[in-house]
């Protein structure tokens, strides 16, 4: 049996498909169909072969990876999964934290000085973390101490405190 290609191992790779489903998340960011891409890009980015780099039946290289990101304006890293092993693990040590949801497009519709110095710090981290969507954003345990002297509430509190303030993200079908 002869040994397989690199494009055969790679195409049911794992890491293929994440990459797949960053590039997808991106694109839909950015609100563009895979037709639009093809267009913008004069035919640079074809729809069937971008739709399989999304689905993970096509894996792409890394020049292309480059021009991609270039045409998105983003870094190539940003077109790269994030390594789950760093980004699960707590710093502290604490027992899995509960993550919040905060809908920081509410948030801006909301004045007061604690208001805005949270929307400040919330926008700071969107920007570090390259985040996007801008509507919804989930923080950390680190991020949450923060967040708890803004509000001037425990830690353990907030989470209470931004329900209580309509600021917790509820998925739809949640609702």
């Known amino acids: 049996m002869p040994p397989l290609s690199d494009d055969e191992l790679l195409q049911d790779s794992p890491f ?5 489903e960053r590039l997808r998340r991106i694109r839909q960011q950015k609100q563009w169909s895979l037709s639009d891409v093809e267009a913008q ?13 999304e689905r993970g039946e096509r894996a792409i290289s890394v020049p292309r990876l480059e021009r991609l990101a270039r045409f998105y ?6 077109l790269l999964p994030r390594d789950t092993q760093r980004t699960d693990n707590t710093a502290s040590g604490d027992a ?4 919040l949801r905060i809908d920081v497009a509410k ?6 000085q604690e208001f805005e ?6 926008r700071m981290i969107q920007v570090q973390r390259q985040d996007f969507n801008g509507k919804v954003i989930t923080v950390r345990a680190h991020d ?19 329900s209580e303030l309509g600021l917790l993200f509820v998925p739809p079908a949640a609702q």
């Not at 293929?16 to 797949?20: K, S």
């Not at 948030?107 to 007061?112: A, I």
Request: hydrophobic fraction near 45%; aromatic fraction near 6%.
């Open 16 to 20: 293929t498909r994440l990459v797949g």
């Open 41 to 53: 890009s004069d035919s640079e980015f074809k729809a069937s072969v971008l739709g399989a780099y």
């Open 73 to 78: 304006g983003v870094t190539v890293d940003q």
């Open 96 to 99: 899995a934290p509960k993550k």
């Open 107 to 112: 948030l801006s519709t909301m004045s007061g």
């Open 117 to 122: 110095m949270l929307e400040r710090f919330l």
């Open 144 to 162: 949450t101490r923060a967040i708890a002297v803004m509000l001037d509430v425990p830690v353990d509190n907030v989470g209470d405190k931004l």
